[in-house]
C-alpha cells in the first residue's frame, strides 16, 4: 500500500462508521467501474485497430478531408 493510500484510510477511519461505510461504498464502486472499463477496452483493442487502420488507408486514397472547428 502506498504512502498516500495510507494516509488517506488513516484519515477515513477517524469519520463516522456511516461516513466510512459510504466512503467504502463509493471506492468499490470506482473500482468495479474502473475493472470493467480496462476489460472493455481489452477487448475492443482489435476493432480500434482496424478502425484506425481503415481510416487511415482512406486518407491515403483522398476519402478524407481536413476538420474545420469552427465550422462545427
Known amino acids: 500500500m502506498t ?10 477511519s477517524q469519520l463516522p462508521d456511516v461516513e466510512q461505510n459510504a466512503l467504502a461504498k463509493q471506492l468499490l464502486e470506482e473500482l468495479e467501474a474502473e475493472k470493467k472499463w480496462g476489460e472493455a477496452f481489452a477487448e475492443s483493442e482489435d476493432v480500434l485497430d482496424r478502425f484506425a487502420d481503415e481510416a487511415l488507408e482512406e486518407h491515403r486514397q483522398g476519402k478524407t478531408r481536413t476538420l474545420n472547428v469552427d465550422e462545427l
Open 3 to 12: 504512502t498516500l493510500l495510507e494516509k488517506a484510510f488513516e484519515k477515513a
